[in-house]
């Protein structure tokens, strides 16, 4: 897939403009002075405008959030494009809630782009769909991986930073397939920054892996991986793990940069 952010049939402009005040810090998000997201049915918050908007949104919609550091979370079931404000809009998520900040479900042909999630759980889940593009996300300091893919095929992941995560940076599993990630920063997570597993066709390209607290790239149970041009540095375990993928660690050496990983570039476990 490669669907650029373009205009659609219908756009619906949510200017969302919120301030950073104290109601965004609290575990009840805020939706009066503070312009704080909720999801709530019972609270009139700006994320309820733009969840109302998605859901009853034309195919191909554009759905833009203006800036502001927000709380709540957004679940996407149908195609639109979601565009934020770039680093000026942010949504943490609700304390408590055991979900992703975002989450594609059983959708497609859907973009989300242009802002960064942070959150308790996961930033951003993609699961059960098809033809998702997920550009320019900042995937941050979430409780668990920064982008999840499930179960999901044809999915393009570019020019994203899953940074300081407390479990992977990007995670492919559970039957996913037709996975491109292209251009990414993917540094200081806990886990593998980039954890492929039980996933088929999945391209790791132009990307710095770095700095990770366990492996660089972790593959395993998974066919037609393909990891080019990428600059694998500096992890505490091994630059790239594979087990049971037909993945040649001589190939992998020859078209990454593999360097300063602490117990070595390439492992191959049984």
């Known amino acids: 897939m490669n669907r650029a952010i373009s205009p659609c049939t219908v756009a619906l402009s949510l200017l969302l403009l919120a301030a950073c005040g104290s109601g965004s810090s609290t575990t009840t998000p805020a939706t009066t002075g503070s312009g704080g997201l909720s999801t709530s049915p019972t609270a009139a918050g700006a994320l309820s405008d733009v969840q109302r908007a998605i859901n009853e949104a034309a195919p191909g919609s554009i759905v833009t959030?203006?800036?502001g550091d927000y709380a709540g979370?957004?679940?996407v079931t149908r195609s639109v494009?979601?565009?934020g404000s770039g680093a000026a809009t942010v949504l943490r998520g609700i304390q408590g809630v055991d979900a992703a900040v975002i989450e594609v479900h059983g959708?497609?042909?859907v973009v989300v782009a242009d802002l960064v999630v942070s959150g308790p759980h996961e930033g951003l889940r993609i699961r059960e769909s098809a033809r998702v593009r997920v550009e320019n996300v900042v995937a941050t300091d979430n409780g668990h991986d920064g982008?999840?893919?499930r179960q999901?095929?044809?999915v393009v992941v570019v020019a994203c930073e899953c940074t300081d995560n407390l479990s992977g940076g990007v995670r492919v599993r559970d039957g996913a397939f037709d996975v491109l990630i292209d251009g990414c920063l993917v540094a200081r997570n806990l886990?593998?920054?980039v954890e492929i597993r039980d996933a088929l066709s999945v391209t790791v390209q132009n990307s710095t892996v770095a700095a990770n607290l366990d492996c660089g790239i972790r593959v395993r149970d998974a066919a037609a991986i393909d990891l080019t041009g990428n600059d694998i540095v500096d992890n505490v375990d091994y630059g790239v793990r594979i087990r049971a993928t037909p993945l040649d660690p001589g190939i992998?050496?020859?078209q990454n940069t593999l360097t300063g990983n602490l117990e070595g570039d390439v492992r191959v476990e049984s």
Do not use: K, N
């Open 191 to 193: 886990d593998p920054g």
């Open 73 to 75: 979370r957004l679940v």
């Open 81 to 83: 494009t979601i565009v």
């Open 152 to 154: 999901s095929s044809d």
């Open 252 to 254: 992998v050496r020859q």
């Open 107 to 109: 959708a497609a042909d």
């Open 147 to 149: 982008i999840d893919v």
């Open 65 to 67: 959030i203006g800036p």
